[in-house]
């Protein structure tokens, strides 16, 4: 087996088990990573379909995490953060380089489909017999009713993943249809998607909602699709309407809104790390063992949290420059992303329904800690290396296994 496939099927790999595991998960990527570098050795690591634009400013931001680790407050923590930030960028390098071709991405959607299907099944389980049979998850029940985790363990990580692969998913199910003209096929993808959205309803994650509804109207407006973006406005409202009250609204045992009671306190208690540790913040990584210290309120609801707001959490771990250079590489990725050129239409469709997914994710971590949960993180980064690889492909950049 060529040093190429096995690290192409080892990222397929990766991407099935960080739907159920992370040990898994991270098997995977090493193997991945040193097939990929024994791969790359005669091509001198060069890396034709990343532009100056991207690497640029992900390096500097990269950078800027090296730089903040010596003046962390908890070293070694830090130095754990700096190592999940290094497989998050190597798994989008890697992802954006080995699918490349019209046969890895070809094989991809067929292992995407699988695991979507295995993954509908699990939280079709977990919702009937209150425990899923990948990993053995109970429901989650709140005020709210019963929320759906799946194998993920956590509702707002399984929101996540299928706020992500939903447009992704559906375009499939067309693909297939009008495409490939493979109607049994079509019919199981669209399935797929139409049950991971009853899904995505039933973990009961407005935030998810939210963001998943911000990202479609995003990508409406920049395809100028006026009237699909009236429609999908007066059914998200009239479905809104039509929700139970708990799932709208989340009292506390004070008789309070506490989702946005405790956001407030979370957002607030970040703001005061901010502004003690401006430039380098307390380290990557640390900030759930640093923050109470800067916490000036020390309200009782939310001790020991994180901050559910990933950009706040980013700026009080590695101070506001290396927020800013984040900010800075996702809107060059995305300006990039979007630049016009000839491409195959479906391939062109491929990619906005990636990049409304990522955008979703990027909505969701505003309020979620999703942007620093290992699980989704790589989720993230690997659909924007997949994104990039149709990118890089519609130039002729296609690689050679």
């Known amino acids: 087996?060529?040093?190429?496939?096995?690290?192409?099927?080892?990222?397929?790999v990766l991407w099935a088990a960080l739907t159920f595991s992370p040990a898994l998960a991270e098997i995977s990527f090493v193997v991945a990573l040193a097939a990929w570098c024994v791969w790359k050795i005669p091509q001198n690591f060069r890396m034709d379909g990343m532009p100056k634009i991207i690497w640029i400013p992900l390096?500097?931001?990269?950078?800027?995490?090296?730089?903040?680790?010596?003046?962390?407050?908890?070293?070694?923590?830090?130095?754990?953060?700096?190592?999940?930030?290094?497989?998050?960028?190597?798994?989008?390098?890697?992802?954006?380089?080995?699918?490349?071709?019209?046969?890895?991405?070809?094989k991809f959607e067929k292992v995407f489909l699988f695991v979507a299907w295995v993954i509908l099944l699990d939280?079709?389980?977990?919702?009937?017999?209150?425990?899923?049979?990948?990993?053995?998850?109970?429901?989650?029940?709140?005020?709210?009713?019963?929320?759906?985790?799946?194998?993920?363990?956590?509702?707002g990580k399984f929101a996540s993943y299928l706020i992500c692969i939903l447009p992704y998913l559906g375009l499939l199910?067309?693909?297939?249809?009008?495409?490939?003209?493979?109607?049994?096929?079509?019919?199981?993808?669209?399935?797929?998607?139409?049950?991971?959205?009853?899904?995505?309803?039933?973990?009961?994650?407005?935030?998810?909602?939210?963001a998943f509804g911000a990202a479609l109207v995003f990508m409406f407006l920049i395809r100028r699709k006026f009237l699909w973006l009236v429609l999908f406005l007066a059914a998200f409202l009239g479905g809104a309407c039509l929700l139970p009250k708990g799932m709208l609204i989340h009292l506390d045992s004070e008789f309070k809104e506490q989702s946005l009671v405790e956001r407030y306190y979370l957002w607030r208690r970040a703001?005061?790390?901010?502004?003690?540790?401006?430039?380098?913040?307390?380290g990557i990584n640390?900030?759930?063992?640093?923050?109470?210290?800067?916490?000036?309120?020390?309200?009782?609801?939310?001790?020991?949290?994180?901050a559910h707001n990933g950009y706040l959490q980013m700026a009080a771990e590695t101070g506001l420059p290396g927020l800013l250079f984040f900010l800075i590489f996702l809107f060059a990725y995305f300006f990039y992303s979007f630049q016009p050129f000839e491409s195959p239409p479906w391939d062109h469709r491929f990619r906005l329904a990636l990049l409304t997914g990522l955008f979703s994710f990027l909505v969701f971590s505003a309020v979620d800690t999703v942007l620093h949960n290992e699980q989704p993180a790589l989720t993230f980064w690997f659909l924007m290396g997949?994104?990039?690889a149709y990118r890089h492909r519609e130039n002729g950049l296609e690689c050679a296994a």
């Open 1 to 12: 087996m060529k040093f190429h496939d096995l690290a192409l099927y080892a990222i397929f």
């Open 59 to 106: 390096a500097v931001f990269l950078l800027w995490i090296f730089l903040s680790w010596p003046v962390s407050e908890y070293p070694s923590k830090s130095f754990r953060g700096i190592t999940k930030i290094l497989q998050q960028l190597l798994l989008f390098l890697m992802t954006a380089d080995l699918l490349r071709t019209r046969e890895g991405i070809r």
């Open 123 to 155: 939280g079709i389980f977990q919702y009937c017999f209150e425990k899923d049979f990948l990993r053995g998850h109970w429901v989650v029940h709140s005020r709210a009713g019963s929320r759906i985790a799946a194998s993920f363990g956590s509702y």
């Open 173 to 210: 199910g067309l693909y297939y249809r009008k495409a490939e003209k493979d109607l049994r096929r079509s019919c199981l993808a669209l399935l797929v998607f139409s049950g991971s959205l009853g899904l995505l309803l039933l973990t009961r994650s407005r935030g998810a909602f939210l």
């Open 271 to 282: 703001v005061d790390v901010i502004r003690a540790k401006p430039i380098f913040g307390t």
């Open 286 to 306: 640390t900030y759930a063992v640093a923050h109470q210290k800067y916490d000036r309120t020390q309200n009782w609801r939310v001790r020991n949290y994180y």
């Open 386 to 388: 997949l994104q990039l």
